[in-house]
Each structure stands twice: as structure tokens, then as C-alpha cells.
């Protein structure tokens, strides 16, 4: 079945250092790919998100890159700051049809920022 | 920025017991989803719900589980006899469009269930 794997599941950084997050899919139907960020007893909230006729897209400190052939997608922290440090989850979605765009998630990267 | 709302925050419960989850999704989203997170591990997908309906569902997903949209704004999950297993965070979220046209799923900040 449908499938997302992440890697590292904790990272720990010094502040001003960059983070990288990998995750791979299973399904070469996906099409959405969003990355969420979870705070301690919050909901995930999305943080940047790349569709599959993009290879790359840039958001301040934030990028993502998507490589479809290879089936694999990873999140970019520049510059990280303490207020980084949380739980991050990326998913994918396969929407083949207009009614359903479940997204399955990876396992979460706990991202740490040392001061 | 538009939220989705989810109440109660906690719901403490006994085995055996029916509890009903409440999600005020955004107002012009047409997808409404419930998830759930057992504590440490990912958040996984229960069920969708689209036009009225359910589009898809989970094998966690059983007949213990329902869903329902009764008046256009609250989306309601139902556990009708909770097990101990079912202790998790559920997380609703909704979304406007899917797939390529997508702009996003939001999620609520969640209902811790406990079961005892």
C-alpha cells in the first residue's frame, strides 16, 4: 500500500546551521507533498508544500525539493533558529479522483536547535 | 487566518463508552478528513468525507467508527463503544481543493481522547 518514509527521526543542530529532512514515497501517483510542523500539543501546521509539476520551490528560509523519478522529497532549514526545534511530518497525496486527497504521513523528524 | 475548531481539547472516557470528537471546519472547504496520533508515533488517516459522504476510510476505520456533517458547519466523529487502543489525539482538518489544485490541508489543534 501507500507509503512515506522519513529520515533522520531526530536531528539536532547549532543554531545558524542548515537542516535537511528526507522523505521517500511509495506510490508514483502522489501529486501533493506537504511538510507540517508540530509544536507540542498543536495541531500539524503546514509550513510549505510542493505539488509534482514542480521540482523545487523557496519560501524565506524554507525549501523544498522534489525528485519524481527517484520518488523522494526533502525539506531545507536555513539559517535555523531555537524557535525552529519541533516535530516535522512530511505526506503525500494521491488525488486520482476529486473526492478523496488523504494524505499519508512520514514518521516526524524531531528537530532540535541548540542555542 | 481561518482555523478549523475542535472541542473538547481532552475527553476522558471509560472502555465501552460512546464519545462523539467536534470539528468547526473553514467555511468554504469542501474536504473534511479526521486523523488520529497515537502518542510518539505518525499521525495516520482515518477518513474523508466529501458531497456528504465518506470517499474513503482506513482499515482503523471500522464500525465503530462514523462520521456526519448534521447542519453544514460542525463534522462529527463517533466512536460508538471506545476500547482502550482508541486513546489517541484526533486531529480533524479540512481542505479546499485536492491533489495539483491543492492549497493546503488545515488542521485543528486536536481532541486528546483517553480511555480508561
Known amino acids: 500500500g501507500e507509503n512515506v518514509e522519513q529520515h533522520p527521526s531526530t536531528l539536532s543542530v547549532q543554531e545558524g546551521d542548515s537542516a535537511v529532512i528526507k522523505c521517500t514515497y511509495s506510490?508514483?501517483?502522489?501529486?501533493?507533498f506537504p511538510w507540517y510542523k508540530q509544536e507540542l500539543g498543536k495541531g500539524p501546521q503546514l509550513i510549505i508544500d510542493?505539488?509534482?509539476?514542480?521540482g523545487e520551490k523557496k519560501d524565506q528560509r524554507i525549501a523544498v525539493t522534489l525528485n519524481k523519478t527517484a520518488k523522494h522529497f526533502s525539506l531545507h532549514i536555513t539559517e535555523t533558529q531555537p524557535e525552529d526545534s519541533a516535530v516535522y511530518f512530511c505526506?503525500?497525496?494521491?488525488?486520482?479522483?476529486?473526492?478523496?486527497?488523504?494524505?499519508?504521513f512520514g514518521q516526524g523528524t524531531t528537530l532540535q536547535v541548540k542555542p | 487566518e481561518p482555523e478549523v475548531t475542535q472541542t473538547p481539547s481532552h475527553q476522558v472516557t471509560q472502555m465501552g463508552q460512546e464519545v462523539i470528537l467536534r470539528c468547526v471546519p473553514i467555511?468554504?472547504?469542501?474536504?473534511f478528513y479526521w486523523y488520529r496520533q497515537i502518542l510518539g508515533q505518525k499521525v495516520e488517516f482515518l477518513v474523508s468525507?466529501?458531497?456528504?459522504?465518506?470517499?474513503?476510510k482506513s482499515e482503523i476505520f471500522d464500525d465503530q467508527f462514523s462520521v456526519e456533517r448534521p447542519d453544514g458547519s460542525n463534522f462529527t466523529l463517533k466512536i460508538r463503544s471506545t476500547k482502550l487502543e482508541d486513546s489517541a489525539m484526533y486531529f480533524c482538518?479540512?481542505?479546499?481543493?485536492?491533489?495539483?489544485?491543492?492549497?493546503?490541508?488545515?488542521f485543528g489543534s486536536g481532541t486528546r481522547l483517553t480511555v480508561v
Open positions: 482538518a479540512s481542505s479546499l481543493r485536492t491533489g495539483l489544485l491543492s492549497y493546503g490541508y488545515t
Open positions: 506510490d508514483s501517483a502522489s501529486n501533493y
Open positions: 510542493i505539488r509534482s509539476n514542480v
Open positions: 505526506a503525500a497525496s494521491i488525488s486520482l479522483s476529486s473526492n478523496t486527497g488523504k494524505l499519508i
Open positions: 467555511s468554504n472547504h469542501l474536504y
Open positions: 468525507f466529501y458531497n456528504n459522504e465518506i470517499s474513503e
